[in-house]
């Protein structure tokens, strides 16, 4: 099943700029993880895409480690690497999904907060099972884009070659009182062509939240030492220019 943004494994790992973008968030998630892991402690990534932060982050822990998303083929994908990483296919917010396994480390990147919340319009019940499945001795890693700050703009385009041709990604944004919405399309043509053809459109509804509303979800859901970075150098978080809201919470 598709969240209606995105196109599938494939293209996700052509979309997204890696190198760049682990460069930061590992040494982030590390940093906040430290010591915390064990060879019997469990980890968990939400919304964990095509499984990229859990193949590096293999080379730091030997604990179990799982990826889930509701995205077959982001999942597909994921296991054409080979680890001994378990992916699996659900939807975070399915009551049946995971049942009560609890992990010492959770984090979710990529906005997968954001998109997993778009089902119901709200963060309430993400954040509410995000609780069920820690101990009292974990940590609850999230990011998700700053959805105060109004977003109404498009990103240069992104091209990148493949054997099979070229693709041409744009990426905007536009913002409406309830609703960041995130907007993807995609352009490809062959090595022959000299035009392109459009080859996916999508878009999201991610619901708008204030680090204020946010705390008091996590503090509701009895999270502790909450603390919010508007970036992964743990910047502060600033409503105005930060790119993102950044939440470590323990219970
Ligand atoms: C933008 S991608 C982020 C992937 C990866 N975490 C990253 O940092 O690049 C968001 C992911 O959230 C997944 N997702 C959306 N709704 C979900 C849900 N209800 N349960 C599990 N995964 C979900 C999507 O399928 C998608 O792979």
């Given amino acids: 099943m598709r969240n209606g943004l995105l196109s599938g494994g494939d293209i996700y790992n052509l979309l997204i700029n890696w190198p760049k973008r682990l460069s930061t968030e590992i040494p982030f998630l590390t940093d906040i993880i430290q010591d915390r892991l064990s060879i019997k402690s469990a980890l968990l990534s939400i919304g964990c895409g095509t499984g990229q932060h859990l193949f590096e982050l293999q080379n730091h822990y030997d604990c179990s480690i799982t ?4 995205d077959e083929s982001m999942i597909e994908k994921a296991k054409q690497r080979a680890s001994t ?14 049942r009560n396994t609890k992990f010492d480390v959770i984090f979710s990147l990529g906005n997968s907060i954001g998109l997993i919340a778009s089902a119901s319009g709200s963060y309430d019940q993400v954040v509410k099972k995000l609780g069920s499945h820690l101990t009292s001795t974990s940590i609850l890693i999230f990011q998700i884009l700053n959805t105060v700050k109004e977003r109404n703009n498009w990103s240069a385009p992104r091209q990148v070659r493949t054997k099979s041709g070229e693709y041409v990604f744009l990426r905007g944004f536009t913002t409406t009182k309830r609703f960041i919405h995130p907007e993807i399309i995609t352009l490809f043509r062959t090595n022959e062509e000299e035009e392109f053809q459009l080859k996916t459109t999508g878009k999201a509804n991610i619901p708008r939240i ?3 509303e946010m705390t008091l979800l996590l503090q509701q859901a009895d999270f502790t030492n909450i603390r919010v970075y508007g970036d992964y150098n743990k910047g502060p978080f600033n409503a105005d220019s930060s790119s993102d809201m950044i939440f470590i919470a323990e219970r």
């Fill in 67 to 70: 990826g889930l998303d509701i």
């Fill in 85 to 98: 990483i378990k992916f699996i296919v659900a939807d975070f917010l399915d009551n049946d999904t995971l």
């Fill in 210 to 212: 204030s680090v204020e």
